[in-house]
Antibody, heavy 122, light 108 residues
Framework: QVQLVQSGAEVKKPGASVKVSCKAS????????INWVRQATGQGLEWMGW????????GYAQKFQGRVTMTRNTSISTAYMELSSLRSEDTAVYYC???????????????WGQGTLVTVSS | EIVLTQSPGTLSLSPGERATLSCRTS???????LAWYQQKPGQSPRLLIY???SRATGIPDRFSGSGSGTDFTLTINGLEPEDFAVYYC?????????FGQGTKVEIK
């Protein structure tokens, strides 16, 4: 069965960086884009960007341009999201989510990781 | 950026009743690239509807989606206890993919 398993909770100081991992199993990792979505406590969902695990191509929401980097290691079927220059407003649960159809095109997200809580506090 | 506005913010209903949730977009959503997700406390979102009206795999037929252009609706016919949750709409036809702010369906 398809699974996305994320790394554990992180506590970071303002100005630091955090790197969250998302390990995929149960399907061909390189065939489906991975997206990253975050959710502040009690708030809605915010899309951060996508990555094609095959090519490494990425696309980021303008809000995060310059601060976010999405990468992958295909040998271990793992995607990464690194966010830099952290501030308190970045405190949130970060989710990876798989695009539901392989290849190009616009599709929703069918499988989600369990979420990783990132807390930014001095 | 396409802004999605969901209404109402909270819907208080009893089990067995019908829930009607609205999602309006600031621009027309191309080819009905509109999805609905359900999220329960402490859980990840779950895809319910895509393409405005197609049910995702394993979703019961009491969930239905409709609409086009800028006005979309999620209907839940005969609320079950497990349906009380927060529902989000999402447009995925343009970047950035944006979500509505959510509608909470709570037990009356």
């Amino acid at each position: 069965q398809v699974q996305l398993v994320q790394s554990g909770a992180e506590v970071k100081k303002p100005g630091a960086s955090v790197k969250v991992s998302c390990k995929a199993s149960g399907y061909t990792f390189t065939s489906y884009d991975i997206n990253w979505v975050r959710q502040a406590t009690g708030q809605g969902l915010e899309w951060m960007g996508w990555m094609n695990p095959n090519s490494g191509n990425t696309g980021y929401a303008q809000k995060f341009q310059g601060r976010v980097t999405m990468t992958r290691n295909t040998s271990i079927s793992t995607a990464y999201m690194e966010l830099s220059s952290l501030r308190s407003e970045d405190t949130a649960v970060y989710y990876c989510a798989r695009k539901s159809i392989s290849g190009s095109g616009w599709y929703p997200f069918d499988y989600w990781g369990q979420g990783t809580l990132v807390t930014v506090s001095s | 950026e396409i802004v999605l506005t969901q209404s109402p913010g909270t819907l208080s209903l009893s089990p067995g009743e019908r829930a009607t949730l609205s999602c309006r977009t600031s621009q027309s959503v191309s080819s009905s690239y509109l999805a609905w997700y359900q999220q329960k406390p402490g859980q990840s979102p779950r895809l319910l509807i895509y393409g405005a009206s197609s049910r995702a795999t394993g979703i019961p037929d009491r969930f239905s989606g409709s609409g086009s252009g800028t006005d979309f609706t999620l209907t839940i016919n005969g609320l079950e206890p497990e349906d009380f949750a927060v529902y989000y709409c999402q447009q995925y036809g343009t970047s950035p993919r944006t979500f509505g702010q959510g509608t909470k369906v709570e037990i009356k």
